[in-house]
């Protein structure tokens, strides 16, 4: 499959998000879920995942932590879609963490704290999965600047999607607005990206759009999305 995606990778970036996610619900039929945790880009995701398919998987990694803004959006998804989304949840409750780790272990190692309520219930769902689809751009984060439409992902050993990579956040609001779908209000009140309540704040006029994430801290991924080695077609 790794040799399969290396050929696919060069052809899949002429495509447009529609035919990427027509080819990955062909493709991987069952065994292939959208992870959203509903930010703006997230939403066209699943909006245009919606026109291209009826029915398909869309899964959260829940926290425990998230805004009460981020689950109201998350009913309003279910409603609108008619899809009910999979909620995957950290072994370990907020109340036992605190118990083992200490309080406030987000701001003292958020790097443990994320790999604790995000990136091991992440890996357990995809263990479910042949393929998973993000709503990653590649001018979010210097981590992102690499990624592929169609990509192996060497971290989890499955094949990861990207649609929106090409995007630019112009292109996310116009989608937004042309289609009137709903969206995090938070984005209104200068929250760019949204993440849990202990580790997101509002930006300053001017600043990156991911300073408002483990503000104080270098820290700008969750862990989730590792810089994928470059795939060129053989010779």
């Known amino acids: 499959m790794n040799d399969d995606i290396g050929k696919l990778q060069m052809a899949a970036e ?25 930010g703006v880009e997230g939403m066209v995701l699943i909006d245009i ?81 042949r393929a998973w ?23 989890f050993g499955l094949v990861k999607i990207n649609p929106l990579a090409d995007w630019t956040s112009k292109q996310v609001w116009q989608h937004i607005r042309e289609y009137n779908v709903p969206y995090n209000p938070l984005h209104d009140r200068n929250f760019p990206s949204i993440g849990c309540t202990h580790c997101t704040r509002a930006v300053g006029s001017g600043q990156d759009p991911r300073a408002g994430r483990w503000h104080g801290s270098p820290k700008t991924e969750c862990g989730l999305h590792a810089i994928q080695p470059l795939l060129t077609q053989p010779d």
């Open 133 to 155: 689809i993000t709503s990653i751009r590649r001018d979010q984060t210097a981590d992102r600047t690499r990624a592929g439409k169609i990509e192996w992902d060497t971290k």
């Open 14 to 38: 002429s495509w447009s998000a529609e035919r990427v996610l027509e080819w990955a619900f062909i493709t991987f039929g069952s065994t292939v879920a959208i992870s959203s945790a509903f």
């Open 49 to 129: 995942a919606s026109r291209v398919r009826s029915s398909f998987r869309l899964f959260t990694l829940d926290t425990e932590f998230l805004f009460p803004e981020t689950y109201n959006l998350m009913d309003q998804v279910e409603q609108k879609y008619g899809i009910t989304i999979e909620r995957v949840y950290p072994l370990m409750s907020a109340e036992e963490q605190q118990r083992l780790h200490g309080p406030a272990l987000w701001h003292r190692n958020p790097d443990q704290c994320c790999e604790l309520r995000k990136v091991d219930p992440l890996r357990r769902k995809l263990e479910e999965l």
